[in-house]
């Protein structure tokens, strides 16, 4: 890394057991349990300097409780980001006390799991207000690029971050026969100037052991097509629990022959500190 570049992982989850107090509302793939403690040491041991962490759906669904209990324990490793419901009526109300809050850096939408158009009044009031409020928008778009592009077109002053290489990835092994069949789509995405993208969870999609070497192609691309001033390095740790370590995730991008020491500078930390206005103490 850059002298005085701190290494920043993009995407991280914390979440506690399920409990009556603050009860699962799904599953989400991993350990039972990873703390704020946990995550914390995790990063330390591999030279990781903070985190974005996301509020995970699939376990508290709209609820950002946690994550803020974290933060309140560790509010110089992290960056807080939480999903906002589209169908709800107090969309500007609700996201302007949540980026109000200490440690907050942004907002996330989630495209899955309904059919929706472009012309969807809360979907695009929750990009007006991350506008509004100076904030990226976090958009799980895998399977949904089209829809991510015309949101984007329709909200040109939003600074909309691609979850995840905006492909869908596996819980568990193995990755699937074409882990990058959509990569058009994805590179499709880069001509819209507010758009950037998470390099996230892609050694998830190697079909070859660490270092990942077969990644390296595509994301090579992906690289090439959005600039690595709009490519964020991240592991999506927890979700990637059941393919690789998170050493491994974050020494993938360190290997000496694959990117210079400016360019992983970039990547893993000088793009994310600029979008997201963030870095850790």
Known sequence: MAEGTPTIDCQVHCYERNQPGRPWQGHLEGPEEVTGDDMV?????VGVDGAILISPFSLY??????VLDVYARHPGKFGLVRPFDPGSDTIDQDIAEWTGTPGVVGIRVMLGGQEYEATHQGLNAIFAAGARAGVPVNVMASGKLP????????NP???VVIDHVGITQPFVPPAPPEPFADLENVLEAAALDNVAIKISGA????????????IREPL???FQAYGLDRCLWGTDWTRAVRLLTYEQGVEAFQVPDWLSDSERSTLMGGTLMRIYNWSPI
Do not use: I, K
């Not at 070859?208 to 077969?214: E, N």
């Open 220 to 222: 090579g691309r992906v």
């Open 61 to 66: 669904r709209y609820d950002a409780s946690y």
């Open 203 to 214: 050694c998830t999609l190697s079909h070859q052991p660490f270092p990942y070497p077969d």
């Open 157 to 159: 002053n939003t600074q």
């Open 147 to 154: 829809l991510l592009r015309d949101l984007a077109r329709r």
């Open 41 to 45: 040491a995790a990063m330390q041991a």
